[in-house]
T-cell receptor
Framework: DAKTTQPTSMDCAEGRAANLPCNHS???????VYWYRQIHSQGPQYIIH???NNETNEMASLIITEDRKSSTLILPHATLRDTAVYYC???????????????FGGGTRVLVKP | GAVVSQHPSRVICKSGTSVKIECRSL??????MFWYRQFPKQSLMLMAT?????????EQGVEKDKFLINHASLTLSTLTVTSAHPEDSSFYIC?????????????FGPGTRLTVL
């Protein structure tokens, strides 16, 4: 079972920031928060991951609460090409470690509108 | 970096035939590769974990004799769907994890759409 909960869907306005929430209240100390997205009929695309600190890369920012029980993925300027299903997953990233698997839940279906 | 390819991207076959799908990590070595299946309007479901040079570990409910996995090198894993039937029609996706330690990320291939007639 997925260890995260996300809204089923959300709409965003093109050019505005998109804030995608994720709850992971049972996260363990050695689990990272990963975000992937899947555009229709394609394989998932890695976006970003983090453990405790906020992270930023060329695609997005990840804000993790101090208690690590929830996080928010921020797409700073949403475009139509950002329309996809976004998955928030907690995982132990070490090879052959327990909890290494990626377990996909339902994700959030994000529709960016003009 | 971190590019994973799959071949073929789409395959149509007759019921009873076998189909082989290749997954390659193009610019990194992958000790571990994963195979997923995705039915329409559903999320990805992990089928098996493949470690280079050893037998794959299958998830509960996945038939190991039907879905043969070979991970012969650090850049190639193959999934063979044996005696395919229409209910095996699905989107098959692989992912690869780098061989180095640390907070390693899984990178996904573009997927293979299998249609069994």
């Amino acid at each position: 079972d997925a260890k995260t909960t996300q809204p089923t869907s959300m709409d965003c306005a093109e050019g505005r920031a998109a804030n995608l929430p994720c709850n992971h209240s049972t996260i363990s100390g050695n689990e990272y928060v990963y975000w992937y997205r899947q555009i229709h009929s394609q394989g998932p695309q890695y976006i970003i991951h983090g453990l405790k600190n906020n992270e930023t890369n060329e695609m997005a920012s990840l804000i993790i609460t101090e208690d690590r029980k929830s996080s928010t993925l921020i797409l700073p300027h949403a475009t139509l090409r950002d329309t996809a299903v976004y998955y928030c997953i907690v995982r132990v990233p070490l090879i052959k470690a327990a909890g290494n698997k990626l377990t996909f839940g339902g994700g959030t279906r994000v529709l960016v509108k003009p | 970096g971190a590019v994973v390819s799959q071949h073929p991207s789409r395959v149509i076959c007759k019921s009873g035939t076998s189909v082989k799908i290749e997954c390659r990590s193009l610019d990194f070595q992958a000790t571990t590769m994963f195979w997923y299946r995705q039915f329409p309007k559903q999320s990805l479901m992990l089928m098996a974990t493949s470690n280079e040079g050893s037998k794959a570990t299958y998830e509960q409910g996945v038939e190991k004799d039907k879905f043969l996995i070979n991970h012969a090198s650090l850049t190639l894993s193959t999934l063979t769907v044996t005696s395919a039937h229409p209910e095996d029609s699905s989107f098959y996706i692989c992912s690869a994890q780098r061989a180095s330690g640390g907070s390693d990320t899984q990178y996904f291939g573009p997927g293979t759409r299998l249609t069994v007639l």
